[in-house]
């Protein structure tokens, strides 16, 4: 998937819809039913197993971080619920 692509997707979601940034609440996502979709940084130390459709960035955590408009490196990003996004229909 572009880059270009992801984060006008990313936009959508982070206005209409709600992510969870970090690996502890994809994990708690994931166990509690609620992930619909992982994005995965290349650097990120593992990914939890999940039933879910999972999206591997090409770059590292500080670019991940910046497509969610954040400051700071994000490891792994998790959509519960997309909004106005379309970023599951895309990958499946």
Do not use: H
Request: hydrophobic content about 45%.
């Amino acid at each position: 998937m572009k880059r270009e692509v992801l984060a006008k997707e990313m936009k959508k979601i982070m206005k209409t819809g709600k992510i969870y940034l970090g690996m502890r609440q994809a994990e708690r996502a994931i166990k509690n039913g609620e992930a619909k979709l992982l994005i995965v940084a290349n650097n990120a130390p593992e990914v939890p197993e999940a039933s879910v459709p999972i999206i591997k960035l090409d770059g590292d955590g500080f670019e991940l971080g910046a497509l969610c408009g954040k400051p700071f490196s994000v490891a792994i990003v998790t959509v519960v619920s997309e909004g106005e996004g379309k970023l599951s229909s895309m990958v499946k």
